[in-house]
Structures are given as structure tokens and as C-alpha cells.
Nanobody, 119 residues
């Protein structure tokens, strides 16, 4: 019923930029928040950035000043602009959507998109 689909990952050199997109579709009544998490090999999944439908944002300390999250509520799409990338940003990036579908509120996850920062 609900799909969350990421796009925009890839290989980039250190210091480069990437823009991730995530679109939610289906029987969505309310978007409470959308966000990005990442998981590097051998590490736990961690929050990167999150934004509410009212544009309240929070970021991991490691990405503050480099990453910017934004949301288009009409398109049910969240974006993550990533600048000044470093090899430590290499991970699978997952989109999370906090949604009301019909009469239930749940978290929905995308399948993940690989971001690799390497020269």
C-alpha cells in the first residue's frame, strides 16, 4: 500500500556533493516527518537528519553544516543535499517516513541507496 523509494546515491570523490531524494506514495493521509538514516559496514544504523511537516529539523552532529534536509509535502518527497563529503560518510542511506496510512500511524522504510565517498 505504501512505498518509500530512494534515489540519488552513487560514487563521489572526497569533497564532492550528492543529492538524495525519497518519495513516499500510497494511501497516505498525513506525513508527520521524514528522515534519513545510514548504516556503514559493521556499524549500527544512525540518524543523519530528520524533518517534520512543519519544517522542524534535526541533524547528527557529524553532518551539521554539510548536509541539508528539505521536504516537499505536496510531492511527499524528502531531499538530502550532502556537501563536503568525506569517506566517513560512506554508507547505505535509508529513508524513513513517519506516516498516517488510513487510520494508523507507522514508520515506513525504503530499501536503501549506497553512497560511496572515495578517490
Amino acid at each position: 500500500q505504501v512505498q518509500v523509494v530512494e534515489s540519488g546515491g552513487g560514487l563521489v570523490q572526497p569533497g564532492g556533493s550528492l543529492r538524495l531524494s525519497c518519495a513516499a506514495s500510497g494511501s497516505i493521509r498525513v506525513i508527520y516527518a521524514m528522515g534519513w538514516y545510514r548504516q556503514a559496514p559493521g556499524k549500527e544504523r544512525e540518524l543523519v537528519a530528520r524533518i517534520t511537516s512543519a519544517d522542524t529539523t534535526n541533524y547528527a552532529d557529524s553532518v551539521k553544516g554539510r548536509f541539508t534536509i528539505s521536504i516537499d509535502n505536496a510531492k511527499k518527497t524528502v531531499y538530502l543535499q550532502m556537501n563536503s563529503l568525506t569517506p566517513e560518510d560512506t554508507a547505505v542511506y535509508y529513508c524513513n517516513a513517519d506516516l498516517r496510512v488510513n487510520f494508523r500511524r507507522n514508520d515506513y522504510w525504503g530499501q536503501g541507496t549506497q553512497v560511496t565517498v572515495s578517490s
